[in-house]
């Protein structure tokens, strides 16, 4: 079983990323089409902070540690109100912890 999750994350870690700075570096990944480890560390984070907002994800990257730490900003909208949040969640191999958060700005890019 720890072969197949460190394969697991492997697959994430060399076919979810955009650009490659090495082990234990971070590495950028693709908002427009995130792997489920990313969509799965973003929805931790929304509940975890901003129940029943929706998140529009703006920038990512990841390093692999002891599973995977993602770093993401998201805009956060709840109705006709929208803030700018960067988080950073780590992935212990299915088991989430946030372990930062910051408030960014209290308005977003796209006010649509």
């Given at each position: 079983m720890a072969q197949l999750n460190v394969l697991l994350t492997l697959f994430v870690v060399i076919f979810g990323m955009t650009q490659v700075d090495g082990a234990g570096g971070w590495s950028?990944?693709?908002t427009e089409h995130p792997t489920d480890?990313?969509?799965k560390a973003v929805d931790f984070a929304v509940e975890q902070k901003f129940p029943g907002c929706t998140a529009k994800?703006?920038?990512a990257m990841n390093q692999v540690v002891a599973g995977i730490n993602f770093d993401f900003t998201a805009e956060m909208?709840?109705?006709p109100t929208c803030t700018t949040?960067?988080?950073r969640v780590w992935d212990k191999f299915g088991?989430?912890?946030l372990t930062t958060h910051e408030h960014i700005s209290?308005?977003?890019r796209s006010q649509s």
């Open positions: 950028l990944m693709n480890s990313l969509a994800l703006l920038s909208r709840n109705g949040e960067r988080f088991t989430f912890k209290d308005s977003c």
